[in-house]
DNA sequence: ATCGCTATTTGTCTGACTAAATAATCCACG
DNA sequence: CGTGGATTATTTAGTCAGACAAATAGCGAT
């Protein structure tokens, strides 16, 4: 009775862990790097957030459960570039020991992260990063695991790429197929983004909604599973722009315009208010990463 | 030594398993569905293939393992819509008992559709099926489960408007940002297409090959995930054509007129011409499947 | 150069216990 | 007598531990 069975054991906080043992070629013999990933308040921390039921909680609870951590921290570690593609992670059993987790939860976790196209795990060779065009950079929780840290201004730039190349489109898509129901959404969603403003959770929130039922009103399933990765990239561009500047720029005419193109029913004019909406978005993210223009 | 370990016991081959209660609410008490799965050679199977190491043998080998082919298994019956959005799957032991897994092995391939966001689970309450819009569509091992039984016709209309949206945005980037080296590679894929033709597999690879250089010369890390999924989309529409008519067009000028301009550097001409030809390649599919045009 | 061996690593199994969430119960109180 | 709220019971996923199986990269013998 010495172990006290089924504690939680703290987790990974405060610990310096080697996990990694960038073995990329079998000589790769001298000495380990080391990996300290004490930041960021992983591990549990989450705890008490059930109790409100808030924004955050419903991501399926997946993160408050113990694999989920395990999978976020290893996560943000890889796509961050502590491990870089092709690095082997040390075999399960001394991972789950450093960690102080079972072998199961480990393991667990390491499928979540395959799963999601990190790593790939083979007996003998062990588990390793995979290259990064296999990542599925869209899935909103790896989005979220590049969000912990400060990610790449190039990969932010692509990301609005991608919502420019998507949005407009969307948004002429919506202007022929939105129903009564979705055009109600929108307004909605406008009418409390004008009223919280954008820096408030709330107003954010709308803000995301709005973008949602677009991509929801072309009646498109799998544009509209972009949507979460959408959604998710426009929430944390929101925070960065909102860190820098205050009060960057009204962004509801531009907002409005779309949505009477969309409801009026013009599509190419709806997409060239999108279009507008989004570039001006990433004028402001691109002014608030580097103030130099 | 009644039970012999570690035999892999035959897995889920013909047998009519139950494993879903359908208790969308409390009183749900009347008859089980009882879903059967023993079409499309579930299971092992799969075993011959690692001696090849061919072209499908690069999915992780993820299916290869049990847990793999269990969430496979599952992940097909619940986007087939055999398991609808909010219905709740048996319990673990149960489940695991029925498919003649271990309960660690089943948990492992629950956490892969969780990760994919097909599933949640929670304790007390189960594991149920999510709402479709939360499913990671663009995945592609889900995009493979979904053409694994007949996708519905709007499921495919969808994905080439994504194609028809990201596609000719790519190949305008691509002429914009390509190196020499994706340009040959280009050229060798379109080579190889045209000594193959699109009858074989390996003209078939080529192909792919082609559209996934075009997105990766974007140099858009987000965009560039999308070709696996859209990858995947052009194998399985590739193979629907197929299946009807024979030689539907001769593919090829349309996709030299898209290499062409890129290798020029013009945006727009590159942009229209990819337009084009998966305009084509929608018409044509459009006309596989509903043979009344 | 080829074949077979071996050591290492993931994969699978078993069974037990923990924790969380819901349902049922019971008791105090109006 | 009924009603609301706290308490207990039950059910389910979650975690743990340790053992054994299967696969395979690398090495040594042939």
Not at 59 to 71: E, M, N, P, Q, Y
Not at 114 to 119: P, S
Not at 241 to 270: C, N, S, T, Y
Request: proline share 4%.
């Amino acid at each position: 009775m010495g172990a006290p069975r089924g504690v939680p054991k703290s987790l990974v906080v405060g610990q310096t862990v080697s996990l990694v043992s960038r073995c990329v070629e079998i000589g790769g013999s001298d000495a380990v790097p080391a990996v300290d990933w004490t930041g960021s308040g992983a591990g549990v921390a989450k705890k008490k957030d059930r109790a409100g039921d808030g924004e955050l909680a419903r991501d399926g609870l997946s993160t408050s459960r113990i694999h989920g951590s395990i999978a976020r921290t290893l996560g943000v570690a890889i796509v961050s570039g502590q491990y870089a593609p092709g690095d082997i992670l040390n075999n399960e059993i001394d991972s789950s020991e450093q960690l102080q987790v079972s072998r199961s939860a480990y393991r667990e976790a390491i499928r979540i992260l395959a799963a999601k196209g990190l790593v790939e795990s083979r007996p003998k060779t062990g588990t390793r990063v995979t290259e990064r065009h296999r990542w599925s950079l869209l899935d909103p929780e790896v989005l979220a695991w590049f969000f912990e840290s400060e990610p790449s201004e190039e990969f932010l730039k692509g990301l609005y790429e991608l919502r420019m190349i998507v949005e407009p489109a969307a948004a002429a898509l919506a202007a022929e197929r939105r129903d009564d129901g979705q055009l109600e959404r929108m307004r909605k969603a406008l009418i409390q983004m004008e009223s919280r403003t954008l820096a408030t959770e709330a107003g954010q929130a709308a803000d995301r909604d709005f973008h949602d039922t677009v991509l929801e009103a072309t009646g498109n399933a799998a544009l509209f599973t972009l949507s979460s990765s959408i959604g998710a990239a426009v929430r944390w561009t929101t925070i960065f722009k909102q860190r820098k500047r205050e009060l960057p720029r009204d962004p509801m005419p531009d907002h409005w315009k779309v949505f009477d193109a969309i409801a009026a029913g013009r599509p190419d004019q709806a997409r060239e208010a999108m279009e507008r909406l989004v570039g001006l978005a990433l004028e402001d993210t691109r002014a608030a990463i580097e103030p130099k223009g």
